[in-house]
């Protein structure tokens, strides 16, 4: 299995709804990202997961919450989203975060994104 | 600023011809990778040159490195309409437990039958 998957494909929220974004690999890939991306735009970095460790955030708004339950799993809670939240959310990872052994492991594998509207 | 910077920023070109685009960066780098993205997908990576080579080839895909411009260029021959998407160029951070890579702005490229 050599693919991220993402759920849902399409969210249409309120502002003060809670949801969650789902993504998944079986690849055993041990660095998990999410991106935001806007139309038109490069994806924008948010948050980094290192061996189911929080290793970066991007001072993203607390309204985005992260968590990985395990190294194959990437969830993105939402809570009192905005209107300028709507985006594409992208997830990707890689085998291992950074470089080892003086290799680099930087491919990223994306899954499709879940586009993301806010009313 | 933007670590990648491409351009052009929209290219169009009739079938069978050959897109070149252009990456530009700022800081040192390990590799630089170039990925494609069809519209409203997620991205692909495309192929990844290291900062000792010059030069890697990957099918239709020619990729050229010049760091002491900072700067890499992404050639497709033979253009398809399939090639229709947003090519990105990424850098990794050269803090190697980061993790991290910055995308450019991407370029465009539509490819008319």
């Known amino acids: 299995d050599t693919e991220v998957t993402q759920t849902p494909k399409h969210l249409v929220m309120g502002m003060t709804n809670k949801k969650s974004l789902k993504c998944e690999q079986h690849?055993?890939?041990?660095?998990m990202y999410w991106y935001k991306q806007k139309a038109k735009k490069p994806p924008e970095l948010m948050f980094v997961?290192?061996?189911?460790?929080?290793?970066i955030n991007e001072s993203v708004p607390s309204r985005f919450s992260p968590e990985c339950p395990n190294s194959s799993l990437l969830n993105l809670h939402l809570h009192a989203l905005q209107p300028e939240d709507s985006a594409l959310y992208l997830c990707?990872?890689?085998?291992?975060?950074?470089?080892?052994?003086?290799?680099?492991?930087?491919?990223?594998?994306f899954g499709p994104g879940t586009r993301l509207t806010v009313l | 600023s933007q670590q990648g910077e491409e351009d052009p920023q929209a290219l169009s070109i009739q079938e069978g011809e050959n897109a070149t685009m252009n990456c530009s960066y700022k800081?040192?780098?390990?590799?630089l990778q170039w990925y494609r993205q069809n519209s409203g997908r997620g991205l692909v990576h495309l192929i990844l040159?290291?900062?000792?080579?010059r030069e890697k080839h990957s099918g239709r895909l020619r990729v050229t490195l010049d760091t002491s411009k900072k700067s890499s260029s992404l050639l497709i021959t033979a253009s398809r309409a399939a090639d229709t998407a947003s090519y990105f160029c990424?850098?990794?951070?050269?803090?190697?437990?980061?993790?991290?890579?910055?995308f450019g702005d991407g370029t465009t490229l539509t490819v008319k039958p």
């Open positions: 990707a990872s890689t085998r291992v975060p950074g470089t080892s052994g003086g290799r680099s492991y930087n491919e990223q594998f």
């Open positions: 690849m055993g890939h041990r660095a």
């Open positions: 997961y290192s061996y189911e460790k929080l290793s």
């Open positions: 800081t040192s780098i390990n590799n």
């Open positions: 040159i290291r900062s000792n080579e």
């Open positions: 990424a850098t990794p951070s050269v803090n190697t437990n980061a993790g991290k890579s910055t």
